[in-house]
C-alpha cells in the first residue's frame, strides 16, 4: 500500500478481551496516532445536527433521507426486506464508489457492484479505484460533487479531521446502518456482526455518531526471514529482551546485513520499532501522559533510551546499504530477495509483496523485544481491531452509499480478504474456514501473546502539530543527524504550544494508563 497512505491513517484502540480468532493482518496505511472511544467528543462533534443522526441533512437530499422511518429505535433489527422498501426504486444517477488503489487492490470492489447490481437490478455504479484519490477528490468536494462511498477519497485526519468533515456535511452518520440486517448474516444487526473494539476505533472519539466504519484489522512489527534464522538457529527476536536482541544483531551481521527499511517514509520505523520499544520502556502512563500533554512526558529518560537504541541500528551498520533512497515496496523487494534479515512493517507486507516474493520464501512477524527492565507489558504489541477506513458521502445518493457499505461486509468479501489478500476485515470470525499463511499465523500468533494489551497512542490524531516535528526530523533522527535528546525536546516544545494554545480542543484519556 501507499506510504503517502500510510502516513495518514490512525491506528485505533483495539478494546480489551480480543481473539485471535476475530482479529489480525492489517492495511498498508498508518498515521500519526489512535483515537480511542473513551474521549470526550470534540467541540464540531457537539455541533452535529440536531433532530436524530441525519437532521440537517435534507438541504441535500431531502426525499431520500425522508425515507427513513421517524420512529426507528436504536438497536432494533431492520430486516433486509423492510431495508429495500425505504430505498426503493434504483437512483437516476450511478452510484459513485470511490477508493484509494493499493496493496489490497480492487477485486473486492468488484464484488461489491456485483452483489449490489444482484440484490438491485438497473442499480449502475461507477467504480473509481486511483492511487490519488484523495487528490483527485478535493476539487470535487467543493464543488459539492460528492461520492456515495468511500475509502481512502478524503484525508480523514483522526478525530480532529472526521470532526470537520461531520461539520461540513461531507460524511453521513452510519448509526442506521447498524441496525439493518447484515447482507449475509440472516437475521442479524450490522452492528453484531463487526469485530470486539471495531466500532469503537473506527469512531474516532466522536461518540454522537458512527461517523465511520472500520476496513482490516492489524498489526505491526519485525518481519524476519524464518528460514534463515532457523538455518542458524537465531531465535525470534519476541523470545528476547531487547538487549539480547542487539547481541543478535552482531551475530546476524556477520552473515548479512540485519535490517532494511522504508528509506523514503522512515515512519515504518516509528510505528513498527520505536513506538513499541517507547511503551516497553516508559510503561503505560507515561503513553497517557503523553496524550494529554503533561509537561516532561516526551523527554523522559526512557524515551529518550529508546530514541537512542533505534539510532543504533545505524550507527552500528545494520543497515542494508541505499536503503535510506529506497520506497517501500524498494526496501521490502530486498527483504523477500534475503538480502536483509529483518523490515519493520505491518501484516500488509506478505499481500503487499506477493508478485515479487521468490518462490519459497518464508517471512514471520515478530513482535518487539522489550527492554530487561520494562516499565510496560513486554508482550504489548501494536495493533488494532479496525481504524476510522470507510465514509458514505452526503452525496447524490447517500442511502445507496450506506447499501454499498453493507455490501462491504458480505461473506464473500470477507472471504476475499482473507484468502486472497491475506486480511481479515473487522468482522466476527473473519478467518474462520480460511486457508490462513505461515505469515498470517505468525501474526495471530503475536496477537494472542499480547494477552489483551496493545499498545495506544493517540496524541498524533488528536494534536497533529505535536507529532510533526519529530515525523519531519525522523530520517535524520534515525541516522543521528539530530541527538536523542534534542529528538525528544522537539515533541516536548510541540507539547507545551498545543498545550498553551486555548483555541486548540483538548482531549483527555483516563484508561489503559497502568
Known amino acids: 500500500m501507499s506510504p503517502e497512505k500510510m502516513n495518514r491513517r490512525a491506528f485505533l484502540r483495539l478494546a480489551a478481551g480480543l481473539t485471535a480468532a476475530t482479529f489480525i493482518a492489517a492495511c498498508a496505511p498508518k498515521p500519526k496516532g489512535e483515537t480511542p472511544a473513551e474521549v470526550k467528543p470534540t467541540e464540531a462533534a457537539k455541533q ?37 422498501k425505504i430505498l426503493g426504486d434504483p437512483p437516476k444517477d450511478p452510484l459513485y464508489l470511490a477508493a484509494f488503489f493499493g496493496g489490497w487492490g480492487d477485486k473486492w470492489g468488484d464484488m461489491m457492484i456485483e452483489q449490489i447490481k444482484k440484490e438491485h437490478p438497473g442499480v449502475e455504479v461507477t467504480k473509481d479505484f486511483d492511487p490519488r484519490e484523495s487528490e483527485k477528490m478535493k476539487p470535487r468536494i467543493v464543488a459539492g460533487d460528492i461520492y456515495d462511498w468511500s475509502y481512502g477519497a478524503v484525508d480523514l485526519g483522526g478525530a480532529t479531521g472526521i470532526a470537520q468533515l ?26 453484531e456482526v463487526m469485530a470486539v473494539g471495531a466500532l469503537e476505533g473506527a469512531s474516532a472519539g466522536l461518540t454522537d455518531h458512527q461517523w465511520c466504519m472500520p476496513m482490516s484489522q492489524n498489526c505491526l512489527g519485525i518481519y524476519y526471514n524464518a528460514a534463515l534464522f532457523e538455518a542458524n538457529n537465531w531465535p525470534s527476536p519476541d523470545t528476547m529482551t531487547w538487549e539480547e536482541f542487539m547481541d543478535l544483531q552482531k551475530k546476524i551481521k556477520e552473515k548479512i546485513d540485519p535490517w532494511t527499511y522504508q528509506g523514503k517514509y522512515p515512519g515504518y520505523f516509528w510505528d513498527c520499532l520505536l513506538r513499541v520499544l517507547e511503551y ?42 541505499g536503503s535510506e533512497a529506497m520506497t517501500h515496496t524498494e526496501s521490502q523487494q530486498i527483504f523477500v530477495d534475503g538480502k536483509a534479515a529483518m523490515v519493520p512493517c505491518g501484516s500488509w507486507l506478505e499481500n503487499e509483496q506477493k508478485l515479487t516474493t521468490p518462490a519459497g520464501f518464508r517471512m514471520k512477524i515478530s513482535n518487539v523485544p522489550g527492554p530487561k527492565n520494562s516499565k510496560g507489558n513486554a508482550k504489548a504489541c501494536y495493533a488494532t481491531a479496525g481504524g476510522a477506513e470507510l465514509t458514505v458521502g452526503n452525496g447524490k445518493n447517500p442511502l445507496w452509499g450506506l447499501e454499498l457499505m ?26 474462520e474456514g480460511a486457508k490462513v499463511s505461515e505469515a498470517l499465523q505468525s501474526a495471530v500468533n503475536m496477537i ?33 543527524k539530530v541527538s536523542a535528546k534534542d529528538a525528544a525536546a522537539l515533541q ?20 489503559g494508563c497502568g
Open 48 to 84: 452535529a445536527p440536531s433532530g436524530g443522526p441525519y437532521g440537517g441533512y435534507e438541504a441535500r437530499n431531502k426525499e431520500q433521507w425522508g425515507r427513513l422511518p421517524a420512529d426507528h429505535k436504536k438497536g432494533t433489527l431492520v430486516s433486509q426486506a423492510d431495508w429495500y
Open 448 to 480: 494472542t501473546k499480547a494477552e489483551g494489551e496493545f499498545v495506544v497512542q493517540n496524541y498524533g490524531g488528536w494534536y497533529p502539530t505535536v507529532s510533526k516535528p519529530f515525523s519531519d526530523a525522523f530520517g535524520d533522527i534515525l541516522w543521528g
Open 280 to 321: 516497553k520502556a516508559a510503561g503505560p502512563k507515561v503513553f497517557c501522559d503523553m496524550d494529554n500533554l503533561v509537561e516532561g512526558a516526551f523527554s523522559g529518560p526512557d524515551i529518550i533510551w529508546a530514541i537512542e537504541q533505534q539510532q543504533a541500528l545505524t550507527k552500528n551498520g545494520w543497515i542494508f546499504p
Open 406 to 431: 453493507r455490501m462491504f461486509f458480505s461473506p464473500m468479501v470477507v472471504k476475499h480478504w482473507a484468502e486472497v489478500i491475506g486480511t481479515p476485515l473487522a468482522v466476527k470470525g473473519a478467518l
Open 166 to 191: 461531520a461539520a461540513d456535511k461531507v460524511i453521513v452518520p452510519e448509526d442506521f446502518l447498524l441496525d439493518v440486517e447484515a447482507y449475509g448474516y440472516p437475521g442479524k444487526r450490522l452492528e
Open 492 to 511: 516536548e516544545r510541540a507539547a507545551k504550544e498545543a498545550r498553551d494554545d486555548t483555541t486548540i480542543t483538548k482531549y483527555k484519556r483516563t484508561t
